[in-house]
């Protein structure tokens, strides 16, 4: 890095934060619907409208999309579209474009009809794509046949089982258990996640993500204004992105989400925290195996000691290191790009507002997410101090 | 009856991958600096500190390693009969890996250990395309 990244450090908050009212099964919203609700709602969080808005970033509709929905012309956009993870990334973008002078107020969106269907395009690679030619030739009908792909060489190389990888479906379940927004509350057992039915072997059903409706959006502002609002500010400590590839393929090594060490280093140099620091973690569930390779990568264990650290109970309720505290998107909800709600969750538990589940003497929460299946990763460090 | 799956549509940087399958052989690209075989298909070598645009087609061996995989159960529109089907990643002898299909074997992972070493099995799906599946060798 030619700069120090510490100068951009705690100077960029989110000061309002908000999902749509319900998240699930919501057929009476379009996608951009969900974008709006959850827009007006965070701005209403932060007491402010549409009309305080100058900077906009969104993924799923275009940034044009949105503001001819909204009826706005920002002076600072962001269409930074590669999946789950881009909201981080338009978190770690709008930290500098604040300071750079960009604009002043940035709402981020994301609301997708993931379930429903509504207002939606059309998906599938076309035929002279790279995908189009070198993997869907071969039957790839989604993330479960694809995100997949790698973990019978984690398998292979470490001795992971496919116990372990049911352990963190049953933690995740636990925190599910305190959240009465979560859709799935009833507890599991190990047996229940190996006896679920197999989608793609080493998947079974319960080892994969819901599929919801839903949104969610956030509002960010300067150091200068961020203590003048409703709620305590969150403030961005650090970030880290980065994008390698499409084809799972193509990945480097899969044992390793090679995009992940990256971004985590750079989080820890800009927020100047150790792993140590971090007390609380959102580490995007859309497979079991997704955290057990972030934490891996993101270096909280060595690799290949993933797969014994869920199963040792540490990221559950009560444990050490509190992981995917909404219940993730094995249990809370999962609308196709869940990493805004990995993001709500760092804010919700740093705001203190989440209830039965709320980590007591929180100060610290990273929050990591895919860009696409292991093709690139954001991290981002949230703090309250 | 017509096959209906997905079929690969090649582009300039690709032709000669699809059009060497149809003669049955497996041609990849190796950079003549670095000397490394690279996948998928790129007028330059994508190989780090390398990046030479002095790159040759090869006819490789057709035989490598099961490196990866899923056994798909659900098998949608055209691939309904299908499944259980396995979705695996094959390392060339050579050294790239790419995307497959395993024939000629059943899919449970009881017969699929990791590193099974496999050869290319040329499947003429239409006149027009052939797909380089793989299956263990014999
Ligand atoms: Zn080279």
Not at chain 1, 198 to 216: E, K
Not at chain 1, 227 to 251: C, N, Y
């Amino acid at each position: 890095m030619s700069r120090n990244s510490q100068e951009y450090s705690h100077k960029v908050a989110i000061v309002g934060a908000s999902e749509t009212e319900t998240v699930g099964k919501l057929p009476d919203r379009s996608m951009l619907q969900l974008h709006a609700e959850s827009a007006i709602l965070a701005l209403a969080d932060a007491g402010l409208t549409i009309d305080d808005v100058d900077g906009v970033a969104t993924a799923g509709p275009t940034p044009a999309q949105l503001t001819e929905y909204l009826n706005i012309i920002p002076r600072w956009i962001d269409g930074t579209a590669v999946g789950g993870g881009s909201f981080l990334m338009h978190v770690g973008h709008a930290v500098a474009a604040i300071q750079a002078g960009y604009c002043d107020v940035v709402l981020v969106t994301h609301g997708e009809s993931g379930r429903s269907g509504v207002g939606v395009g059309g998906r599938g690679a076309a035929p002279s794509t790279i995908a189009g030619q070198f993997e869907t030739p071969y039957g790839t009908w989604g993330p479960p046949s694809m995100f997949s792909v790698p973990i019978v060489r984690h398998m292979h190389e470490y001795g992971t089982t496919e116990e372990q990888m049911a352990e963190i479906a049953v933690a995740t379940r636990k925190w599910a258990e305190l959240n009465p927004r979560a859709m799935m509350r009833d507890p599991i057992t190990v047996d229940d996640v190996l006896n679920s039915r197999l989608i793609a072997w080493p998947l079974h059903l319960l080892n994969c993500c819901l599929v919801t409706d839903g949104g969610g959006a956030l509002v960010l502002v300067g150091e200068e204004r961020a203590k003048d609002f409703p709620k305590d500010p969150v403030w961005v400590l650090g970030r880290g992105e980065a994008a390698a590839h499409t084809l799972i393929s193509q990945m480097r090594d899969m044992t390793e989400w090679t995009a992940a060490v990256q971004t985590g280093k750079d989080a820890f140099e800009m927020a100047g925290m150790t792993h140590q620091d971090i007390q609380h973690a959102m580490f995007y569930d859309a497979f079991t195996h997704v955290p057990m390779y972030a934490l891996e990568a993101l270096g909280f264990v060595k690799p290949g000691e993933g797969g014994p650290y869920f199963a040792e109970g540490h990221t559950a309720p009560g444990g050490d290191f509190p992981m995917n505290t909404n219940g993730g998107g094995l249990s809370y909800t999962h609308t196709g790009m869940y990493g805004m709600f990995a993001i709500m969750e760092s804010v919700t538990q740093l705001r203190g507002e989440a209830g039965a589940r709320q980590i007591e003497d929180l100060h610290t929460s990273m929050v990591h997410a895919p860009a696409g299946m292991f093709s690139g990763t954001s991290t981002l460090i949230l703090g309250n101090d | 009856m017509a096959y209906e799956k997905a079929l690969p549509q090649p582009t300039p940087e690709t032709q000669e991958f699809w059009d060497g399958l149809k003669r049955h052989e497996l041609r990849i690209q190796r950079c003549q600096d670095c000397d490394q075989f690279y996948f998928f298909p790129r007028p330059f070598c994508p190989a780090e500190g390398c990046r030479s645009l002095n790159v040759e087609w090869e006819t490789v061996s057709g035989k490598g390693k099961l490196h990866t995989y899923v056994i798909s159960e659900r098998g949608f529109g055209p691939w309904a009969d299908d499944a259980p089907y396995v979705i695996a990643v094959v390392e060339l002898d050579e050294g790239p890996r790419m995307l497959t299909n395993l024939v000629g074997v059943e899919p449970d992972p009881k017969q699929l250990p990791a590193d099974l070493p496999l050869e290319i099995f040329y499947d003429d799906v239409t006149d027009e395309v052939t797909l380089p599946k793989f299956q263990p060798v014999s």
